[in-house]
Antibody, heavy 121, light 110 residues
Framework: QVQLVQSGAEVKKPGASVKVSCKAS????????MHWVRQAPGQGLEWMGR????????KYAQKFRGRVTMTRDTSISTAYMALSSLRSDDTAVYYC??????????????WGQGTLVTVPS | EIVLTQSPGTLSLSPGERATLSCRAS???????LAWYQQKPGQAPRLLIY???IRATGIPDRFSGSGSGTDFTLTISRLEAEDFAVYYC???????????FGGGTKVEIK
């Protein structure tokens, strides 16, 4: 069965960077895009961007361009999301998410368990 | 970018009742580019409907999606205890960045 297992919670100082991992199992990482979505405490969902694990090509939401980097290591079926210049309003749960089926690239049928990143003010 | 506005913010209903959740877009959205998610506290969202009206794997048929243009609806025909949660709509359009979520509707027990 498809599983996305993320790395553990992080506490970072303002201005620092964080890198969250997402290990995929139950399917071939390169068969589907991998997206990243975040959710601030008590708030809604916010799409950050996606990576095509086959090619490494990325698309980022405009809000995060210049601060976010999405990469992958196909040898260990893992995708990564790095966010730099952290601020207190980056405190959120970060999710990796995969489309439900081929050709439905822009929906999220499988989700990681989430990684809480805390940036104290 | 396209802004999605969900209403009402909170819906108070009893088990067995019908729930109608609205998602309005600031510009026309292709119906096939719309999805609905359910989220319970402390959990990741769960895909309910995608492509406008396709139920995701394992989603019971009491959930249905409809709509076109700027107005979309998620209907839960008869609420069960496990349906009380927050629901989000999401759209994608080809004009990048093009992917946005609505602010959510909380369905609570009356």
């Amino acid at each position: 069965q498809v599983q996305l297992v993320q790395s553990g919670a992080e506490v970072k100082k303002p201005g620092a960077s964080v890198k969250v991992s997402c290990k995929a199992s139950g399917y071939t990482l390169t068969d589907y895009h991998m997206h990243w979505v975040r959710q601030a405490p008590g708030q809604g969902l916010e799409w950050m961007g996606r990576i095509n694990p086959k090619t490494g090509v990325t698309k980022y939401a405009q809000k995060f361009r210049g601060r976010v980097t999405m990469t992958r290591d196909t040898s260990i079926s893992t995708a990564y999301m790095a966010l730099s210049s952290l601020r207190s309003d980056d405190t959120a749960v970060y999710y990796c998410a995969r489309p439900p089926k081929i050709y439905f690239d822009w929906f999220f049928g499988y989700w990681g368990q989430g990684t809480l990143v805390t940036v104290p003010s | 970018e396209i802004v999605l506005t969900q209403s009402p913010g909170t819906l108070s209903l009893s088990p067995g009742e019908r729930a109608t959740l609205s998602c309005r877009a600031s510009q026309s959205v292709s119906g096939v580019n719309l999805a609905w998610y359910q989220q319970k506290p402390g959990q990741a969202p769960r895909l309910l409907i995608y492509g406008g009206s396709i139920r995701a794997t394992g989603i019971p048929d009491r959930f249905s999606g409809s709509g076109s243009g700027t107005d979309f609806t998620l209907t839960i025909s008869r609420l069960e205890a496990e349906d009380f949660a927050v629901y989000y709509c999401q759209q994608y359009d080809s004009s990048f960045p093009g992917l946005t979520f609505g602010g959510g509707t909380k369905v609570e027990i009356k």
